[in-house]
């Protein structure tokens, strides 16, 4: 069964680094998401990107964020300068669009962990 | 803007049992899904069930169905014959429906967690 896959699984940085997570999305997916969840809290919305573009971004996804689909099959997420407060998983998820019999359901990926120190 | 709210942080059910969690949101759109998401330990997000919100009949798959009461805007999960692998945190989530656009986020409650008693 197709997956979305997510490297690194767990990568440690130093506050003020800047970092870049990786993810395949499901080859015919047209929607991609990243999405974090801070330990023991909900999972919270970052960006969308669709036609090679941010569709809908959050407040959480500020100028230190970026998103880019390099070549066709990736889609990467950086962070310039991280933060204490970066540290969360992140999960990246994709869908294919909705028609009649499919709700287009996002299927995510195992996340990669991120700790600041 | 739209919230979905799980009162329940946890819940714990004995094995063979049949339990029940709570999920409530709010909008004033009429198109939309809604979902039940598992995340055992392992971290990664399964989906368990999905309802669109024009059906009225109630979503069913295997051991789990959902009571959708559109009117007062709950979604709860139940979850019959409960099994040691069904421990974990869940999540229920909302997304705008294909009439409004194809952005497509999902927005998640704080998540109950499950304990499956031997």
């Known amino acids: 069964e197709p997956e979305v896959t997510q490297t690194p699984s767990h990568q440690v940085t130093q506050m003020g680094q800047e970092v870049i997570l990786r993810c395949v999305p499901i080859s015919n997916h047209l929607y991609f998401y990243w999405y974090r969840q801070i330990l023991g809290q909900k999972v919270e919305f970052l960006v969308s990107?669709?036609?090679?573009?941010?569709?809908?971004k959050s407040e959480i996804f500020d100028d230190q964020f970026s998103v880019e689909r390099p070549d066709g099959s990736n889609f990467t997420l950086k962070i310039r300068s991280t933060k204490l407060e970066d540290s969360a998983m992140y999960f990246c998820a994709s869908r294919d669009r909705e028609f009649v019999g499919n709700t287009g359901e996002l299927f995510f990926g195992e996340g990669s962990r991120l700790t600041v120190l | 803007a739209q919230t979905v709210t799980q009162s329940q942080p946890e819940m714990s059910v004995q094995e063979a049992e049949t339990v029940t969690l709570s999920c409530t949101y709010d909008t004033s759109e009429s198109d939309y899904y809604l979902f039940w998401y598992k995340q055992p330990p392992s971290r990664q997000m399964i989906l368990v069930i999905r309802?669109?919100?024009?059906?009225?009949q109630n979503a069913t798959e295997n051991r789990f169905s959902v009571n959708f009461q559109k009117a007062a805007k709950s979604f709860s999960l139940k979850i019959s014959d409960s099994q040691l692998g069904d421990a974990a945190m869940y999540f229920c989530?909302?997304?705008?429906?294909?009439?409004?656009?194809?952005?497509?986020?999902?927005?998640f409650g704080q998540g109950t967690e499950l304990s499956v008693k031997p």
């Open positions: 989530a909302y997304r705008r429906g294909f009439f409004y656009n194809q952005g497509g986020k999902l927005i």
């Open positions: 309802q669109e919100a024009y059906k009225q």
């Open positions: 990107f669709y036609n090679n573009e941010i569709s809908e």
